[in-house]
């Protein structure tokens, strides 16, 4: 495990400054309280090509597929990112399911990679955290 920075906290700080960003912080409260989709028809139906709901499923996933790439690529500490976000794990809860169906759809199995590669991680330091954190908050996310 490497040595948090002031480079890793500083960056964690950009980014929490870019959730602030009105459009994006619109993007994430619908996301929060309506995308439950779990098949590619509900996605469809909720998320229609062209659609506001369609933009902001793209703003939300491609934010937090770029914190993630962050994360993977070793620009920005995992241990002191784990440590406050865990708004990422939410939104990987809320689009697993779909995420193969979306890979195979567009024959792009890199989609949203990066997220599911910083997730499960995330997964595995809260359970080392607590063996009953994750159950709980998955259960209470996906609903």
Not at 52 to 74: C, D, I, K, L
Not at 79 to 103: C, H, K, M, N, T
Not at 122 to 131: A, D
Not at 133 to 140: D, L
């Amino acid at each position: 495990m490497c040595t948090a920075t002031y480079d890793d906290a500083n960056l964690i700080l950009r980014l929490y400054d870019m959730r602030r960003e009105p459009r994006l912080r619109e993007a994430r409260a619908w996301f929060g309280a309506n995308f439950k989709a779990k098949t590619r028809e509900e996605f469809i139906k909720l998320c229609p090509i062209g659609s506001e709901e369609n933009a902001s499923y793209r703003m939300v996933t491609s934010y937090w597929e770029m914190v993630a790439s962050f994360v993977t690529a070793g620009v920005l500490s995992q241990e002191l990112y784990f440590q406050s976000g865990r708004e990422i794990v939410f939104i990987w809860e809320r689009v697993r399911d779909l995420v193969p169906a979306q890979r195979e759809m567009n024959k792009d199995p890199t989609l949203l990679r990066n997220m599911e590669t910083v997730c499960k991680a995330y997964i595995e330091w809260m359970n080392k955290q607590s063996p009953d954190m994750y159950p709980t908050f998955s259960a209470r996310v996906r609903g």
